[in-house]
């Protein structure tokens, strides 16, 4: 089993709220994504990140943001919370093309 | 537009009973093509790779196929297991950047019965 972690892994949370959502791993792996996953439908990339200080938006639009100023650590951040947001978020890391996913963070806004 | 599209969207089947679910790609160029198991409220978790020289890899009860040339793949569960019930996603892999983009079907939800 991969070594990533996302903390919360459920989180309800009022409109207007900030969230960051936690996401480490101790594999030394310089790529880590977060995608945004909606019940029956497919992943999508919402951000990336090469290394320390790089990172880039994904496919999918995302009003969140992230930072990565340790390579074992990728936090993203809702600055307002909206029902929109409301969807489950998974973490990633890769070394040579394999993805390592983590458990995944389900979140409510209400 | 590259797209994955996976079939059956949900299949149900009794314990200790083989399967078979399909995936059709139009990702290109293409680099590889993997199966991944997720289950409820955890993240994926890789079951096979392959690459474009190789039309069958195994992993366990886990069989699966490649032909590049129709751009299809099969993922066989062999003897199935109450366990196995989960999403099977079909993940494709361009090697058309340096990211190696992941290109996601939306899953066959499988349930195994006892």
């Known amino acids: 089993e991969a070594d990533i972690y996302q903390t919360p892994r459920y989180l309800v949370i009022g409109t207007g709220k900030k969230i960051t959502l936690e996401c480490s791993q101790t594999?030394?792996?310089?790529?880590m994504y977060w995608y945004q996953q909606d019940p029956g439908m497919e992943l999508h990339l919402i951000h990336y990140?090469?290394?320390?200080?790089?990172?880039e938006k994904g496919d999918l639009s995302s009003e969140s943001t992230v930072s990565r100023i340790r390579t074992e650590h990728f936090p993203l951040t809702l600055e307002s919370a909206r029902p929109s947001h409301t969807s489950q978020y998974l973490c990633?890391?890769?070394?040579?093309?394999?993805?390592?996913f983590g458990p995944g963070t389900r979140l409510t806004v209400t | 537009k590259n797209q994955v599209e996976q079939s059956p969207q949900s299949l149900i089947i009794l314990e200790g009973k083989n399967c078979t679910l399909q995936?059709?790609?139009?990702?290109?160029?293409?680099?590889?093509l993997r199966w991944y198991k997720q289950d409820t409220g955890r993240g994926p978790v890789s079951l096979t790779i392959?690459?474009?020289?190789?039309n069958t890899k195994s992993n366990g009860r886990y069989t699966a196929t490649l032909d590049a040339d129709t751009k299809q793949s099969s993922l066989h569960i062999t003897a199935s297991q109450l366990s196995d019930s989960a999403s099977y996603i079909c993940?494709?892999?361009?090697?058309?950047?340096?990211?190696?983009?992941?290109?996601f079907g939306r899953g066959t939800q499988l349930t195994v019965w006892p």
């Open positions: 990633a890391s890769s070394e040579s093309g394999e993805q390592y």
């Open positions: 594999m030394g792996h310089d790529k």
């Open positions: 990140s090469y290394g320390v200080n790089s990172t």
């Open positions: 995936c059709n790609y139009t990702v290109s160029p293409f680099s590889n």
């Open positions: 392959m690459t474009f020289s190789e």
């Open positions: 993940v494709v892999s361009d090697r058309g950047s340096t990211l190696g983009r992941l290109y």
